[in-house]
């Protein structure tokens, strides 16, 4: 089965590709938002070099989110455009999952907390189990840096945090006992791709914001003062 995954919910743009054939790539393509400059163009060399076309795709995997609202949308209308030109099937996934399942790949155990930038000073996080299996504690929620790490200090338990959201506010999170923060800045396309290989298929992806946009936001605000 020819899997693509394609992962634009952080600052970060990243592709993923498995074949029927064994061959699997991951590739981080631009690190800095330009997501509709780079994804059409990365995808175009990535077929390319794996010598596929288009229409060789048997599923499209996809970041849903939390994450940037620009770029959720531009990684979730590229993958449904893929689905409705070539027939290909659609699988969801989330950043906090992948971030999961990529440290889970790492080797990291016990509780661990996905933590995705969400601006405006806050944070998009979710708990995990991480032993044989990686099981969600709870749902994803949105905090301030400084409300996870009272929480964690308060609660006194051993945890790790991961994602860009951990790396960007490291200095709240890293004063928590018992925590470790593990480098992590981009959701694991290869979780993707596992994810992509066995879950199943849905007619469409929906993405998971858990806030307005952020221009949204700020008109409410200028139209409030």
């Not at 709240?172 to 018992?178: A, E, T």
Request: hydrophobic share 45%; glycine share 10%.
């Amino acid at each position: 089965m020819n899997i693509l995954a394609l992962e634009t919910a952080t600052p970060a743009c990243a592709l993923g590709l498995r074949t029927d054939d064994g061959f699997e790539v991951g590739w981080v393509v631009d690190d800095d938002r330009h997501h509709t400059e780079v994804l059409t163009a990365s995808l175009a060399r990535l077929l390319k070099e794996a010598g596929l076309r288009v229409r060789d795709l048997d599923r499209v995997v996809v970041d849903r989110g939390p994450g940037l609202f620009t770029g959720l949308r531009v990684g979730l209308a590229t993958a449904l455009g893929l689905s409705e030109a070539t027939g290909c099937a659609l699988v969801g996934v989330t950043s906090l999952e992948l971030l999961a399942r990529g440290a889970h790949a790492g080797g990291v155990r016990g509780t661990l907390v996905s933590v995705v930038d969400a601006r405006r000073s806050e944070v998009f996080t979710q708990r995990f189990r991480l032993d044989d299996e990686v099981t969600a504690l709870g749902e994803a929620e949105v905090a301030t840096p400084r409300a996870v790490a009272i929480e964690w200090a308060t609660n006194g338990a051993a945890v790790t945090f991961t994602g860009d959201g951990a790396a960007r506010y490291r200095g709240d999170l890293s004063v928590v006992p018992n925590a470790v923060i593990e480098e992590q800045m981009v959701p694991s396309v290869a979780a993707a791709l596992e994810l992509g290989a066995r879950r199943e298929p849905i007619a469409r992806v929906e993405a998971l914001y858990l806030r307005e946009a952020d221009a949204v936001a700020n008109f409410t605000t200028r139209q409030r003062s």
